[in-house]
C-alpha cells in the first residue's frame, strides 16, 4: 500500500499511456496510412482526454460525495451525462477528423495484397461513427468503474486507519488507568508493612522508608513509560522482596533468582509485582513455617516468571480468587498482558499439595509460534 503511494502519480502516468495508445496498437494494416492515423489519433486524444478528465471527478467528486452516501440517482444521472458527452464527442471527432474513407475519391481500404477486408465497403464513400460509439461506452464504463472502485478502496482503507488509530487510543487509555491502579494499590500495602515495622520500633524503619522512597521513584519516572528495561524491573522486585523480608520472622524464608540476560529486553512495566504481592499475602501463615519462592528466566525471546508460596488454610481465599478489597492485582495483570501481549502470553495458576504456583511466559517479540493468551 506504502509502495503504490508513494510512486502513484507513475502508475496513474503509466496507465494513461498505454489506454491511449493501445487503440493505436491494435489498427488493422490497411488503416496505418498518415492521414488515417492523424486522424483517429486526434479523435483518440479528444475523446481520451474527457475520460480522464471523468475519471478524476469521479474519484474526487463523484463517487466520494454521491455514491458513498447512497445518492445513486443524482450519481446515475451525472454518469448518463458523462456518457451523453463524450458519444456526442466521439460523433463528432469523426467528422472534424474523417478517415481516408469518407473523401469521396479515396480508394477502398485494403489489405497489403490488394483484397478488400470483410464487411468493409468496396468502393468510396462516407462510413457511420456509429460501430465505434458502443467500444467509446465500453471503454468510458470501464474508466468509471475503475475510479469508482479506487475511491471506494480509499474510503475503505482510511475507514479502517481511523477504527485502529481509534482502538489504539483506547488500549494506550485503558493501560495508563491500569498502571493507575497498580501504583495505589502497592503503595497502600507497602505503607501497611512500613506501618508493622514502625510498631514493633524495629531498627528496619529507616532502611523501609529508603527502600520505599526508591520504590516510589521507579514508580513515578519509570512505570509510567511504555516499557522499561528488563533489568529495571528486576531491581524493582528485589527492592520489593527486601522490603516484605524485613517483617519476616525465622519461620519465612523467601528467595529470589534470575537467569538469562536481563539486558537485552525491555518489558512493561509493574507487571510482575501483583504476583509477588499475592506471593507474601497468602503465602504467610502466621506462626506456620513456609517458603516463598520466585524466580525469572530469560531464554532468547521467551521469559518466563514464577512464583510458589504455601497455599493458604482452607476457608481462606487464595491467590486464585483473592477477596474482594484485594482482587485488583491479578485481574489488573490479566487486563494487561491481554492488550499489552495479545497471543504472545501464557499464565497458568495452580493449587496443588498445599503449594500455590503462578507461571507466566512470555514471548517478548512478535513471532509465528507465539503462544495464545488466556
Not at 496510412?33 to 489519433?41: K, P, T, V
Not at 520500633?201 to 522512597?213: C, I, R
Not at 533468582?257 to 509493574?270: M, N, Q, V
Not at 492488550?339 to 493449587?351: D, K, M, P, V
Amino acid at each position: 500500500m506504502k509502495f503504490f503511494e508513494r510512486y502513484e502519480g507513475w502508475f496513474h502516468a503509466i496507465g494513461w499511456a498505454v489506454f491511449l495508445n493501445l487503440p493505436l496498437l491494435t489498427l488493422p494494416d490497411f488503416l496505418l496510412n498518415r492521414q488515417d492515423l492523424i486522424s483517429i489519433g486526434m479523435a483518440q486524444l479528444l475523446t481520451g482526454g474527457l475520460m480522464i478528465t471523468f475519471f478524476y471527478v469521479n474519484l474526487h467528486q463523484l463517487t466520494p460525495a454521491l455514491l458513498l452516501h447512497q445518492r445513486t440517482r443524482r450519481f446515475a444521472l451525472l454518469v448518463g451525462v458523462m456518457l451523453v458527452s463524450v458519444v456526442v464527442l466521439k460523433v463528432l471527432c469523426f467528422y472534424v477528423f474523417p478517415p481516408s474513407a469518407m473523401h469521396p475519391d479515396a480508394p477502398p481500404p485494403s489489405w497489403p495484397d490488394g483484397t478488400v477486408p470483410p464487411g468493409r465497403p468496396a468502393g468510396p464513400g462516407p462510413h457511420s461513427p456509429w460501430p465505434g460509439v458502443l467500444g467509446t461506452i465500453l471503454s468510458l464504463a470501464g474508466v468509471l468503474l475503475v475510479s469508482s472502485m479506487i475511491a471506494l478502496f480509499r474510503n475503505h482503507t482510511r475507514s479502517q486507519a481511523l477504527q485502529q488509530q481509534i482502538m489504539l487510543e483506547k488500549v494506550s487509555t485503558e493501560l495508563a488507568m491500569l498502571k493507575l491502579q497498580v501504583s495505589p494499590h502497592f503503595l497502600f500495602n507497602t505503607l501497611n508493612n512500613i506501618r508493622w515495622l514502625a510498631r514493633r520500633k524495629s531498627d528496619q524503619t529507616e532502611a523501609a522508608v529508603v527502600t520505599l522512597a526508591q520504590l516510589l521513584r521507579y514508580m513515578l519516572y519509570q512505570a509510567q513509560q511504555d516499557s522499561v528495561p528488563l533489568r529495571k524491573e528486576v531491581q524493582h522486585l528485589q527492592d520489593y522482596i527486601d522490603l516484605q523480608k524485613m517483617r519476616l520472622t525465622d519461620l519465612h524464608t523467601v528467595t529470589f533468582h534470575h537467569t538469562g540476560d536481563i539486558d537485552a529486553h525491555p518489558i512493561e512495566p509493574l507487571l510482575f509485582i501483583p504476583f509477588v504481592e499475592n506471593a507474601f499475602k497468602y503465602g504467610i501463615h502466621g506462626q506456620q513455617p513456609g517458603h516463598i519462592h520466585i524466580a525469572l528466566a530469560v531464554t532468547d525471546d521467551t521469559l518466563t516468571f514464577v512464583t510458589e508460596n504455601p497455599a493458604p488454610p482452607a476457608g481462606e481465599p487464595s491467590t486464585a480468587e483473592p477477596d474482594p478489597g484485594s482482587g485488583i492485582g491479578v485481574a489488573n495483570v490479566r487486563k494487561r498482558l491481554a492488550l499489552h501481549y495479545a497471543h504472545r502470553h501464557e499464565i497458568t495458576l495452580t493449587n496443588e499439595n498445599g503449594l500455590f504456583r503462578v507461571a507466566l511466559t512470555l514471548h517478548l517479540h512478535h513471532d509465528t509460534h507465539a503462544l495464545p493468551g488466556h
